[in-house]
């Protein structure tokens, strides 16, 4: 048996037995939910903080829902996002909030790194759930991913995932493949415009993909990143047409794909974009499921790390 | 007996028995308060999420106060009200919150119609509730409005109810008139400049006037509206003094009405422009009533269309 | 037996046996945390609002700890900071929130007095806390300040405290003082450039230095202030460094001062302006607890105001 996390920042060489109990506390909690449990009390006196230098309200108001179906009080230590907090001044935030007795923060941060920065200065019995730092990791957003597909697809060693857009600076992509590799899926393909994709040695057990017509050929599941606009033109496509074309999933392109494709979108959606409508809306949609299933991995994180 | 409401968007074409409903509850609610009653658990285990487009200090506060006191846990959906949401992206807005199982979203818009919009794209167990949208509707306040009104005259068919300003730019108009008309009041004076009140053949049942001092005459009720400032102008009224002369309620037109007059405001108050400091804060007004009515029924809509 | 508080607007006037049991309550919670329990339900069914006219993350958040830890809802009543409240709207947003039926107000506000003005306007049992007016006062920091001083040095009458920093603007140095003075200190000495010292008269129980290394001799406890930068240039010192060299903490300074004396700070810190890193991180630093201290303290003062 693996030992408690205590904290989650990355899923990076996390033990395959503590993302499998993770996943599987989130299947079981589900499961309560469907059968009417509508709120558990076993986090009832603790407090999680949300404490986001980066505007998501998705993320945030997924995580707040999480916590308080646990029972536990939630606070939101708004920024304005304005602060560029790093340094000496991250951690005496930090060690205010220590000081005032919280059992868990929950950090999103536009530098890579900063939560394990927290982790290290860290002084008390304070937990610390990171929310997406910079391009490097997005721990539950990994999760949900890899607990989506099991519900459809619990046999990873036969998948065949393509992930596909601007990889390079996506944190989603990272923590998708460390938790699919872990999971030891047959193979991950990586797909976007040269200039959107990772050095070539960033991920040795993944395939590079530049033309997404054959990076999706039999693919069972295609995760499509969300792009940031201003992105496009660095990759030398001059519009959303033109990225559309290369690198949007449609029905044609998804008709490349193994049968019953399972098509994924951390969201929000760029409809037009990286997605058509048809597909996203499809029947071999999974990102509802995909959100839905984000409450559940962060209640499971939350029991996990904050269990006594 | 009526069928329970799912949603509430708007009160018109609302059956009389809906809206007497309504108004039972939330004076039940009121009383139990009145008794001492802090806290309800009707709704334990509830999310009720407040999705605002439009700022909206008070409104949002009165319905998170109304969902806490009956057990329910409120996310505040902040989208920095730079966001323009429309169309696909506001439909992939309710589909991700319905995701996360979420009971009720009470939703402000400034475009007219999006709330029933949410209706017809929602797709699971998961209720609407207007909180104001455009220039259309804002229901818990017509339904706080009479429910004021109803404490102080239940006889809603010997009432003259006069409503004042900008009645073409407002949702509160709006639904006053729909709530009074079909509780069947005796006479409703729409009252304005030129430039602001409705088209002539929008309330056929409604008298039109651009005369305060004549439509106050005998009224049994007086709604006075909030101008916003940058309307003044398009009225012809080159300022706050020259509104105050024409629409503005002091004491000596108040003394043209009927005798014990009830004086309303939605809130919050434009002092001497809409309305005088000395009938604001004088024996006739029911200003503070209506907020804290406002509470109540919004309890009784979230125990309406949240009731199993 | 002094009588219960019903608001706290500052600690100037206010009675020894009031401020001691305020302090004696607040340790009685601290104890009860120590033992491990999370969360009390004295407060259920109440509401506590934050009325933050200033942005204030930190102080707002350990009110908002402090009453949810006693089992009552907050509410954060969000002015987006552009408002300019005063007078009348003040009063109108006031009576607003009574209406709801809203138990105490936190209320923080850059005009010195507009707590007082709340409690002189407010017309039914809402409860008014400051959380900071202007220059004036922050009850809640000056009692947080003699808890923890408390803690280590309760012989008060034997103590020499030195209060350093902007003296003139710091509600923080006013609390402080009235809090220390009360409780019968034997010295407090106000320490700063001349330009940021209160007027002559204001405070005739304290001395009035310049010279820190003169200020700080034989002090047992030190309270640096948190300097506003846009005040250096006023000071006559052109730079953070010139006003380090003259009026910051640094370990060379701090042996000045008596043995085991106390560093406390308002924080957030500006590390290397008014206080060294040496010692805003030492063994006598007693900055975290002071944090600690200050949701005992809140909670200790809500128990007071709202207890029936």
Do not use: W
Not at 132 to 145: C, E, S, V
Request: with cysteine.
């Amino acid at each position: 048996m693996s030992p408690r996390l205590r904290h989650l920042t990355t899923l990076e060489h996390l033990p395959r037995i503590s993302i499998e109990r993770l996943l599987g506390r989130a299947e079981a909690l589900r499961d309560a939910c469907a059968h009417g449990t509508r709120k558990l009390d076993v986090l009832a006196g603790r407090t999680v903080l949300n404490l986001f230098f980066e505007p998501s309200t998705r993320t945030r108001t997924s995580f707040e829902l999480a916590a308080r179906r646990l029972g536990a009080d939630v606070i939101n230590f708004d920024l304005g996002f304005s602060s560029t907090s790093k340094g000496e001044e991250l951690y005496d935030t930090l060690h205010t909030l220590e000081a005032m007795h919280l059992d868990a923060i929950i950090v999103r941060h536009k530098e890579a790194g900063t939560p394990d920065a927290l982790v290290r200065h860290a002084m008390s019995g304070v937990s610390v759930v990171n929310a997406g730092d910079g391009n490097r990791a997005h721990p539950t957003q990994g999760l949900l991913d890899v607990l989506t597909i099991r519900q459809h697809r619990p046999d990873f060693e036969n998948l065949t995932v393509v992930i596909c857009g601007d990889i390079k600076h996506s944190r989603v992509a990272r923590s998708d493949v460390h938790a699919l590799g872990t999971l030891g899926v047959k193979e991950i393909r990586l797909c976007g415009p040269a200039a959107l994709m990772p050095p070539a040695d960033e991920f040795p057990q993944c395939r590079y993909h530049n033309d997404f017509d054959s990076a999706i050929e039999g693919a069972d599941v295609a995760i499509m990143l969300r792009l940031q606009k201003e992105r496009m033109t660095s990759a030398d496509l001059p519009d959303e047409a033109a990225y559309f074309n290369r690198y949007g999933l449609d029905a044609r392109r998804l008709a490349r794909a193994a049968t019953g494709c399972l098509v994924m979108h951390p969201g929000p959606l760029n409809r037009g974009i990286e997605i058509a409508s048809e597909v996203a809306d499809g029947a071999q949609s999974r990102i509802l499921e995909q959100v839905g299933n984000g409450v559940f991995v962060r209640m499971a994180v939350l029991c996990e790390v904050l269990a006594r």
